[in-house]
């Protein structure tokens, strides 16, 4: 399994972003999916995940309200809608895939991440 994030990019505060990712190889429709993200000098923290289905979608306390997690199973692919920007959003964005256990998510598979940077 690859993933490659895509979308990232300079924006200015308020400003919105929609971030991609596209998985090839193994079965997109049986992973749960998430993004997280990391900052210079910060540990990597959960934005979103959304499940193998699409059905349930959860989202990190700072971006809840502002970030929406989507997939689209006929193309392999996992979206980041991100509106209302701010600075403190600065970040690489990672994608992830996973399979769940329970509540809980097992990530097997990492994308390299795309950069995303707002201007304030």
């Known amino acids: 399994v690859q993933l490659q994030a895509s979308g990232g990019g300079l924006v200015q505060a308020g400003d919105s972003l929609r971030l991609s990712c596209v998985q090839s190889?193994?079965?997109?429709?049986?992973?749960?999916m998430g993004w997280f993200r990391q900052a210079p000098g910060k540990e990597r923290e959960f934005v979103a995940t959304i499940r193998s289905s699409g059905g349930s979608t959860y989202y990190g306390d700072s971006v809840k309200g502002r970030f929406t997690v989507s997939r689209d199973n006929a193309k392999n692919s996992v979206y980041l809608q991100m509106a209302g920007l701010k600075p403190e959003d600065t970040a690489v964005y990672y994608c992830?895939?996973?399979?769940?256990?329970?509540?809980?998510?097992?990530?097997?598979?990492w994308g390299r991440g795309t950069l995303v940077t707002v201007s304030s």
């Open positions: 190889g193994g079965t997109f429709d049986k992973y749960d």
């Open positions: 992830a895939a996973g399979q769940a256990f329970g509540t809980a998510v097992s990530w097997e598979f």
